[in-house]
Structures are given as structure tokens and as C-alpha cells.
């Protein structure tokens, strides 16, 4: 409904498993971004790409791995997560001199 | 370092009454724009005012900027139980792209039916 999805919604992992998470956008947009939105934190952006290429990296562990195959769809490879790595993990979009474009995110559990 | 904060951290008012949101911001900016997040959802964005512009309007929004002091302000007009939700306001500066927002942390608004 807001042309960027996430899948899945729900995301529970061990510290010690691989699993990815997908966005896609139907909007046609060239840019795409990976937020992090914990509690009681302002949402904190951690990769964005450009055309597929990746144009920012605020700093963020190498536990969470980004991948920009085309400009319609974005993923975030995680593995050895953290509890604290738990949070809604939101993917957005966007077009030169546009605001973004968020999915409803993944809720990431880490036990 | 956090650009945006919000105030207040939350707020609960009556159908019908006036809401008002205020952001503060630490460095220079080019725009400040505005999102709301619904409990569980993505945020949508709702109203974007640039560095050169005052004050800016969207159906039952006002949104005010005020450079000198860093600041600005969302009001919502005649509120809705469906407005409840958290707001949030949010900034680009320098030459940064629209994209690569520093966000606050919002405020939850309550409308009680």
C-alpha cells in the first residue's frame, strides 16, 4: 500500500543465524535507504545507495550487511546479531528532491 | 550527534482540540520536514518546509520555521482520533540529499473520541 515492501514483518533470530531481510519499491525511485528505529532512539540511518551504489555507511557493524541488486530492491544480511541489534528495521525510498517513501519495516527479535 | 527534539514527548488532547508539536534542531539546515508513524507502521510524510520559507500549510496542518532560533512547530487543527500517532520532525543540512534525515524523537499524540 505505500509501494515499498518489507518482508517479513516479524523477524525472530539466534545470535548465531543468517538471515536476510528484503525491501522492494514499485515507485521508481533511484534511491533506497536502510533506517533503524530501537526504543526510546531517534531513527538512525545506516546505509544508503544511489543507482545500486552504496553512497553511505554511518558507521554500522559489519554483523549487518547490505545488499543493492537493481534500484527496485535493497536487502540487509545479518548474522552474529546482538540483542541490542533488536529493533524495527525500516527500509525507504526515494527520488532526487523527494521525500522518502518508508515500508512498515521488520520487527527484529535477537534471542 | 541528535539534530532534531521533539516537544512534548507526548500529548493527549480531546477530538476537536488544537495539537501543536515543537522540533529543535542544533545545526544549520537546508528543509525540516515532517512524519508521522502509526503504532507498527512505516512513517509517512506529511509536510516539508524549506530554510527559506517561514510557514507552510496542508489541509488541517501548519507548520512554522523559525531559522534564527532553530526551531519549528506543527499544529493540527480540529484533531481526529485517527491523528493519534507518533510525530516526528526531521532534517537535512549541508549537501546532503532529502534522504539522509536526522530525525528527533518524536511525539506521541493521544486524541480521545
Known amino acids: 500500500e505505500t509501494g515499498v515492501t518489507q518482508t517479513p514483518r516479524h523477524l525472530v533470530m539466534g545470535m548465531t543465524n543468517k538471515k536476510s531481510l528484503k525491501c522492494e519499491q514499485h515507485?521508481?525511485?533511484?534511491?533506497m535507504y536502510w533506517y533503524k528505529q530501537s526504543a526510546k532512539k531517534p531513527l538512525e540511518l545506516m546505509f544508503v545507495y544511489n543507482f545500486k551504489e552504496q553512497t553511505e555507511n554511518n558507521s554500522v557493524p559489519s554483523r549487518f550487511s547490505p545488499e543493492c541488486p537493481n534500484s527496485s530492491h535493497l536487502f540487509l544480511h545479518l548474522h552474529t546479531l546482538q540483542p541490542e541489534d533488536s529493533a524495527l528495521y525500516l527500509c525507504?525510498?526515494?527520488?532526487?528532491?523527494?521525500?522518502?517513501?518508508f515500508g512498515n519495516g521488520t520487527r527484529l527479535t535477537v534471542t | 550527534s541528535q539534530q532534531g527534539e521533539e516537544d512534548p514527548q507526548a500529548l493527549s488532547i480531546q477530538e476537536g482540540e488544537n495539537a501543536t508539536m515543537n522540533c529543535s534542531y542544533k545545526t544549520s539546515i537546508n528543509n525540516l520536514q515532517w512524519y508521522r508513524q502509526n503504532s507498527g507502521r512505516g512513517l509517512v510524510h506529511l509536510i516539508l518546509?524549506?530554510?527559506?520559507?517561514r510557514e507552510k500549510h496542508s489541509g488541517r496542518l501548519r507548520v512554522t520555521l523559525d531559522t534564527s532560533k532553530k526551531s519549528s512547530s506543527l499544529l493540527i487543527t480540529a484533531s481526529r482520533a485517527a491523528d493519534t500517532a507518533s510525530y516526528f520532525c526531521a532534517t537535512t543540512a549541508g549537501g546532503t540529499s532529502y534522504g539522509k534525515l536526522t530525525f528527533g524523537q518524536g511525539t506521541i499524540l493521544t486524541v480521545h473520541p
Open positions: 525507504a525510498s526515494s527520488t532526487q528532491g523527494s521525500p522518502l517513501h
Open positions: 518546509i524549506r530554510s527559506n520559507e
Open positions: 515507485l521508481g525511485h533511484n534511491a
